[in-house]
């Protein structure tokens, strides 16, 4: 027998999921025109320096490398964003800015595979490039709220956080990068024993150790920031806790505010965001649907220097979530006849009425055509016409 088999975490896709999935993009694609992004397109791998301009060196682990025939170390992009901007480095540069970008994309990592998490998986983002403040978070928070509602859900929250809080208070320890990236996980992970027994070997300010312990279990409404007792004493730490008040405030205008809660476990795994993050979460699925936030250092790492932020929905989480009734397409017929010319201009005018026609190509009989129909009814909705 020939090999049948596929690499492990990938997947082929049949009619049914494709629907949901076209379904899905369409959606996202309208909504992210509405309020003027333009999709742009980058290429399937880069170079493995691109992709770790990006990343940093900490998921070296999950890339896919190979190399070209010239010698080059190339990498299947783990994600869009880094990508896009080295496009806009590249090509952007005279343009106009804010710039506003969308893309549905796929990209690839070497993961443990598991329901919901494929090392091909795909994304809808958006990126604001350009714009600094408070007003462009909040025009990407509301539109990523606005994407999941567009989906069919309305349980779902996003988490909200400010990744300069946490990144201040860990400056302020004096700890090793070994020991910063051992706490950041443990947080992220809301490992609450593990994180406490570290902090207790650690040699640091008590009130700091107080306030990383319950980093993880802060979460909530805006009041949860009354609880950081060492904030006070870090300027940065002070600036970034401001900046999460205003924009949630600014959420709260733009009538999202309901799906908002503040959580300052939410650090993301990728080292290039700087300022609000945030991820969306449904109690359906124990799993993220989409991630972003601000990502202020990134295009001048490509040598254009520009603020920006953005997020992307995980397009194979939603899948699973999704149950619209807006997938119902079209009635669909199915014709047949002896007369084969009847048959054709029959399922003509019926497509040009925009129904989709299946035709019998095989020649059958009445009979024949009403059995096989027989079991088929929820996918020819509109019935048997013979002609
Ligand atoms: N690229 C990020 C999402 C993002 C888009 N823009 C900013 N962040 C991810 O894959 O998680």
Redesign the pocket.
Known sequence: MKSRKISRGLRDLLPPELKVRRFMEEKAAALFASYAYEEVMTPTFEYLEVVEMGTGGNIREELFLFMDREGGILSLRP???TGIARLAATHLRDAVFPQRLYYLSN?FRYVQPHLAQYREFW?A?I?LLGAEGVRADAEVITIAVKALQEMGLDNFKISLNQIAIFNSLLDDSGLNREEKDCIRSLVENKDLVELSRVLESLDIDDELKETIAILPVLHGGIEVLKRLPYVEKNQRALAAVQELREVYETLQLCGVIDHIVVDMGVL?G?DYYTGTVFEGYSPELGYGLL???R?DHLLGKFGFPCPA????LGMDRLALLLKHPALQKAPRYLVGGKDFAAVIARAEELRKQGFAVEIDVEGKSRQELERKLEGRENCITGGLIYV
Not at 309 to 312: L, R, S, Y
């Open positions: 994600e869009m964003t990209s994304q983002g990126e993301r990728l991630g972003g936030g990502y932020t953005g997020f992307a």
